[in-house]
């Protein structure tokens, strides 16, 4: 396994963190942040080339705050300085792991994303007759910090990019335990269960970490158990095959290797094997071989999120042109299934009266 040395200088040249900011300011100028970093931009890019030359970069505190779309999660907001960090990291080590991904992971990566994953998740619908589909339990709360490090190592071999790599990774612990459930597994002593666990939800690297985790169980399906249709977005992945029974045979050992492997768990109910002619649920669709179907919730949710932007436009805190953007938006997504009817329907009820005075 090739194994990558002496690029820490690529992370913290001043060129990657100018990239880094830029990247970290995108659809965030106007929060105060990222005006004061940018208020002395030249000072506090400086400020954090010295502080990684010199290995004296700390991660700051979590600002925590809660959202409840599509299910109540909890997000951890890393101060904006070390958003620039997490940028300037990821666009170097990000090439490296890439070229290890498989083609049928789509989230967070480049040229991948929801739709795409709705594309592949069809063409398997209409050439298999059953689908095991799987959900990894309170995944970003119950990754194992010495599992991901080990991972990490396998590949990086400069120092310090992993003691960078570590900093930020352990900056996450405990921030997510009230959201996970103490699990032993097979092997593990009283303690077990104490070990640093965690990822912060909204960080980029917690993102690009988890597909760096998950990569493990990807290159099992494919390679130990040969599955040539397969895809994951995210920690929700669909194993599909015209025998009941392999896929039934799969989620025993699947529920093995992530226990074993990576001291994860797999949802004991939401992992079952089903025929696809009866639609399979993934993404916010039910899928089928001739079409696709938003779920209810999916509706719902944007009935809310409608009535919410009504709202805020009424009471002088959006613009109609964001009200309309977000709504062309959801509009556009909803318009990759059978949802015509439903579209016009909602557009048809909606009006945004005058503004409170």
């Known amino acids: 396994m090739k194994t990558y040395r002496n690029f820490y200088t690529q992370i913290y040249s001043f060129e990657n963190l100018y990239a880094a900011y830029r990247a970290a300011r995108r659809a965030k100028r106007d929060r105060p942040q990222v005006a004061q970093f940018e208020a002395r931009l030249e000072d506090n890019l400086l400020r954090l080339q010295h502080e990684l030359l010199h290995q004296t970069y700390q991660p700051g505190g979590y600002?925590?705050?809660?959202?409840?779309?599509?299910?109540?999660?909890?997000?951890?907001?890393?101060?904006?300085?070390?958003r620039v960090v997490h940028h300037a990291l990821v666009r170097v080590i990000e090439p490296i792991f890439e070229r290890k991904f498989i083609a049928d992971s789509y989230a967070c990566r480049k040229h991948k994303g929801t739709h795409r994953a709705l594309d592949r998740c069809t063409h398997f619908v209409r050439q298999h007759r059953f689908v095991l589909q799987c959900d990894i339990a309170k995944f970003f709360p119950t990754i194992d910090h010495a599992v991901l490090s080990a991972i990490l190592q396998r590949t990086i071999?400069?120092?310090?990019?992993?003691?960078?790599?570590?900093?930020?990774?352990?900056?996450?612990?405990?921030?997510?335990?009230?959201?996970?459930?103490?699990?032993?597994?097979?092997?593990?002593?009283?303690?077990?269960?104490?070990?640093?666990?965690?990822?912060?939800?909204?960080?980029?690297?917690?993102?690009?970490?988890?597909?760096?985790?998950?990569?493990?169980?990807d290159q099992f399906v494919k390679r130990e158990l040969k599955c040539r249709a397969y895809l994951r977005y995210a920690d929700d992945f669909l194993l599909f095959h015209d025998d009941k029974k392999v896929l039934q045979e799969w989620l025993d050992i699947l529920r093995t290797f992530t226990a074993q492997r990576l001291r994860l768990h797999l949802h004991d109910t939401k992992c079952q094997v089903f025929p696809t002619s009866s639609g399979v649920p993934f993404l916010g669709f039910r899928h089928f071989a001739t079409h696709r179907r938003l779920k209810r919730p999916s509706v719902v949710r944007f009935r809310r999120r409608l009535r919410m932007l009504q709202v805020a436009y009424a009471q002088g805190q959006i613009s109609l042109d964001k009200a309309g953007a977000s709504i062309q938006s959801w509009c556009a997504h909803a318009a990759h299934g059978k949802t015509y009817r439903l579209r016009n329907q909602i557009l048809r009820q909606t009006h945004f009266g005058p503004r409170h005075r």
């Not at 809660?66 to 904006?80: D, V």
């Open 63 to 82: 600002h925590h705050f809660y959202i409840f779309e599509p299910k109540k999660r909890k997000i951890s907001a890393a101060p904006f300085r070390d």
């Open 157 to 217: 071999a400069d120092q310090n990019v992993l003691q960078l790599c570590e900093a930020i990774i352990a900056s996450g612990a405990g921030v997510l335990d009230s959201e996970r459930e103490l699990r032993w597994f097979p092997g593990d002593d009283l303690f077990a269960p104490l070990r640093p666990q965690g990822l912060p939800i909204g960080n980029l690297t917690s993102q690009f970490w988890a597909n760096v985790v998950l990569n493990e169980l």
